[in-house]
Nanobody, 124 residues
């Protein structure tokens, strides 16, 4: 069982930056793929950034060039650096993980473990 806990959300103005963190615990499998998803009211949860167990990353077009996903394996922590934030980035952001993985997917069905989310609000 993998436990995930996000932090770092908040309120910023357009053009600002935030860094989200997600601490993972309760696993020993090194082949862990992780991702960040977000969900706005009335919309489906969407994948925005993934990182494979061995490091390669992938981004949704909506965040490419503005957001950066990374991980610190020594701290069991996943990060999402968000720059040049826009009002349309306002959402609840979720960390997700799946064990025994080589390559991550942007689909919610590709992940078994989820955090409770952290809210990001961007004002114009």
């Amino acid at each position: 069982q993998v436990h995930l806990k996000e932090s770092g959300g908040g309120s910023v103005q357009t053009g600002g930056s935030l860094r989200l963190s997600c601490v993972a615990s309760g696993y020993t499998d090194s082949s862990l793929c992780m991702a960040w998803f977000r969900q706005s009211p009335g919309k489906q949860r969407e994948g925005i950034a993934t990182i494979d167990s061995d490091g390669p990353t992938n981004y949704a077009d909506s965040v490419l060039g503005r957001f950066t996903i990374s991980k610190d394996s020594a701290k069991n922590t996943l990060y999402l650096q968000m720059n040049r934030l826009k009002p349309e980035d306002t959402a609840m952001y979720y960390c997700a993980a799946v064990a025994g993985c080589l390559a991550a997917t942007m689909r919610t069905s590709g992940f078994d473990y989820w955090g409770q989310g952290t809210q990001v609000t961007v004002s114009s």
